[in-house]
C-alpha cells in the first residue's frame, strides 16, 4: 500500500523559508518521479515541482512562480522528498501536495501522478 506523509507546513512571514518533507512507503520510491503541487482556496491545483528517478539523474522541473525560490530533492535512502521554499510570498499560500508519478521521468501534468499524500498547509503572512 503506498503511503506518502508530508510534514514541514506552517506560517511564516514573507521573504522567509520552509523545508517541506515527503516521507514515501509501499512502493520502490527510486522506480518513479516524484512531485509537488499545491492548492490555494478557490484555485485549481498548480504544479510546484517534480524530480525523476536518479535511473535518469535526478532531473528537476519547477512551476514559473516558483523558479529559482524553491528546490527539490530527493533522499532515496529515506524514502524522502524534499521541497526547500525560500524568499517566500503571501500567493505561495496553499495546501502543498506531494505526489507519486506513474513514470520515472520528471512530469507536471497532475494526471501523470497516481498517488497523493493529504497535504501540509504553508501560509504565508506580511
Known amino acids: 500500500q503506498v503511503r506518502l506523509v508530508e510534514s514541514g507546513g506552517g506560517l511564516v512571514r514573507t521573504g522567509e523559508s520552509l523545508r517541506l518533507s515527503c516521507a514515501a512507503s509501499g512502493f520502490d520510491f527510486d522506480s518513479r518521479a516524484m512531485g509537488w503541487f499545491r492548492q490555494a482556496p478557490g484555485k485549481q491545483r498548480e504544479f510546484v515541482a517534480s524530480?525523476?528517478?536518479?535511473?535518469?539523474?535526478?532531473?528537476?522541473d519547477y512551476g514559473a512562480s516558483v523558479k529559482g525560490r524553491f528546490t527539490i530533492s530527493r533522499d532515496n535512502t529515506k524514502n524522502t522528498v524534499y521541497l526547500q521554499m525560500n524568499n517566500l510570498q503571501r500567493e505561495d499560500t496553499a495546501v502543498y501536495y506531494c505526489?507519486?508519478?506513474?513514470?520515472?521521468?520528471?512530469?507536471?501534468?497532475?494526471?501523470?501522478?497516481?498517488?497523493w499524500g493529504q497535504g501540509t498547509q504553508v501560509t504565508v503572512s506580511s
Open positions: 524530480i525523476s528517478s536518479t535511473s535518469i539523474r535526478g532531473n528537476t
Open positions: 505526489a507519486q508519478a506513474l513514470v520515472p521521468w520528471h512530469a507536471y501534468d497532475a494526471k501523470m501522478y497516481e498517488n
